[in-house]
């Protein structure tokens, strides 16, 4: 009989949540074209088994906590967990992209690409350097962030490797319990309302993955962002996709970064030309790298010569 060892690379988890038609009917949402063509068109690495969870027709969180548990009851264990979220439109090289992050980064447990929320002018990139401090925008498109280089703390899991030894170092800790009389879930979405001593009303409300988040910092897990691993988020209901402006400063530091990189390579070829008493007017010549050299200090050349 033919026997096989070969592992598990990914397990790859969709949730699809359930919605209530006007007749009071509930249905499990449908996708769009632009979702069906980007989850088909993503490339894998080679050697690279996969399975695919499907948790539809739960809550974010219960569905989120529930694929990080099979994960760790599949055998053999998956070596990563990969959310896609049905309104996450990636490129095709982001699970590749992700993928050798991950392998080349064994300190690192979360892996995540970019994509903005489905609001506001500018929409804000979900990742963030610390609690209650807004989005973190100090990045150019391209730039790799890290937890240790930049301080990021919470990222979304809508496009999202995360390791699977990071659940159950969790477990292990007690930071996540499977206590059936108080269990703690890898990601749960916070609401709740209480009054205070003082007789004042205070909210709470958090979204799944930023509970994941503050809950895997208690076991030292590092994100890693790969801003390269750029992702519409497609609003379902007016089929508008979200993205970063081009007015935004990831995406302006981008630009000059190139330009930039542009204008150094095309200066190495250049020959240089030296500009003797060029007074004032500095002058520039095709093909030519110009300096300027002046007696006069008052003159700012590139060269004063006494």
Wanted: negative net charge.
């Amino acid at each position: 009989m033919f026997e096989s060892n070969q592992k598990v690379a990914v397990a790859f988890c969709s949730p699809h949540r359930k919605i209530l038609l006007p007749n009071g009917e509930e249905i499990i949402d449908t996708i769009t074209v632009q979702w069906h063509r980007a989850r088909g068109s993503l490339a894998l690495p080679t050697n690279c088994n996969f399975i695919e969870f499907f948790c539809d027709g739960l809550e974010i969180g219960v569905a989120r906590t529930r694929a990080a548990k099979r994960c760790l009851e599949h055998k053999p264990q998956p070596l990563y967990l990969m959310f896609l979220d049905d309104d996450v439109l990636p490129n095709f090289d982001a699970f590749t992209k992700l993928f050798f992050l991950a392998q080349t980064n064994p300190d690192h447990d979360i892996f995540c690409g970019v994509y903005c929320c489905k609001r506001g002018n500018p929409p804000d990139p979900l990742i963030y350097a610390g609690d209650g401090g807004g989005p973190f925008w100090d990045w150019a498109v391209g730039d790799i962030l890290t937890t240790d280089q930049h301080g990021i703390t919470g990222v979304h899991m809508g496009l999202t490797l995360v390791r699977t030894s990071l659940f159950q170092r969790m477990l292990d800790a007690g930071v996540c319990t499977d206590d059936a009389d108080d269990p703690t879930p890898f990601f749960k979405t916070v609401k709740g309302s209480w009054k205070t001593p003082e007789g004042c009303m205070q909210t709470r409300s958090g979204t799944e993955d930023l509970f994941f988040c503050q809950l895997a910092r208690k076991v030292d897990a590092k994100i890693m962002v790969d801003t390269s691993v750029l992702a519409g988020h497609i609003d379902k209901n007016t089929g508008i996709t979200w993205g970063l402006p081009d007015n935004s400063p990831p995406v302006i530091r981008a630009k000059w970064l190139k330009n930039k990189d542009q204008k150094e390579a095309q200066e190495q070829n250049l020959k240089i030309a030296l500009d003797i008493g060029s007074g004032e007017h500095k002058r520039e010549w095709p093909g030519y790298k110009s300096y300027s050299l002046d007696i006069r200090k008052e003159a700012n050349p590139d060269y004063c010569q006494n």
